[in-house]
């Protein structure tokens, strides 16, 4: 879509509107690129089709810090999409943080030196549990991964998860009825022989494997076939 540079006031807008226009296509609308304030419009785009959503946020930060009512930005849509009913925080987990915010408005936090501790397959079954079949929204914010990882980013903070343990995470998440999806705050000016790039690459196509996945799944319930995909029981790496 086409961004007014001269009025940002409208840029939330502008990418609500063509986001919703894809969502009622009837397509899956996986964005990539922009700062962590883009997921506040894109969250009111597919709540307006399926209500309150699960947020799965991948993240250094809680992006719950209070505003003003008049102004967001990438530190605080979190806070803003609870106040407005957008996602559910009663069903919604942030993985990875390393800092500090006031409130955490009531999400579920797998704090960085936590998951450190835990394999992919716990933190998956956090996940899955704690969505608990809701429609489900997955935002990455690629300052998640440990600097190390991901240099390329506006905001690193030490002591992050590896990118193999992170996608491993994401290929257990068969079982999220995600409705949507994105990649933000990749910063190519401060990346290094394109490693940021790379991760937030991997973890698109990650989106992109669960999507047919799930397709999959549903296809073969809807043929009579109820085997499914195993449940995960919190084992493995």
Not at 141 to 147: K, R
Request: hydrophobic residues 40%; glycine residues 10%; contains cysteine.
């Amino acid at each position: 879509c086409l961004l007014d540079s001269g009025n940002h006031q409208k840029t939330p807008g502008t990418i609500e509107r063509e986001a919703a226009k894809i969502l009622k296509s009837g397509a899956f609308l996986l964005t990539l690129g922009g700062d962590h304030f883009v997921t506040w419009p894109l969250l009111k785009a597919h709540a307006a089709i399926h209500g309150p959503l699960a947020l799965v946020q991948f993240d250094a930060h809680q992006d719950t810090w209070p505003d003003d009512g008049k102004r967001i930005d990438h530190g605080s849509f979190v806070g803003r999409a609870v106040k407005e009913g957008i996602i559910d925080p009663d069903r919604s987990i942030q993985i990875g943080i390393r800092t500090h915010a006031p409130d955490t408005f009531g999400i579920k936090i797998l704090h960085g030196h936590e998951i450190e501790e835990m394999r992919a397959s716990d933190i998956a079954y956090a996940i899955v549990d704690r969505t608990g079949g809701k429609k489900t929204y997955l935002t990455f914010d690629i300052d998640c991964l440990d600097p190390a990882y991901a240099p390329g980013t506006g905001t690193p903070v030490a002591g992050g998860p590896s990118s193999a343990k992170i996608l491993s995470t994401l290929r257990q998440l068969n079982q999220i009825d995600i409705v949507g999806a994105d990649v933000v705050e990749v910063a190519p000016a401060y990346d290094h022989a394109d490693i940021t790039a790379i991760a937030g690459s991997m973890v698109a196509m990650q989106y992109l494997g669960l999507l047919a996945e799930r397709k999959a799944q549903l296809e073969e319930l809807n043929n009579g076939n109820h085997n499914g995909a195993a449940v995960i029981q919190g084992q493995g790496i």
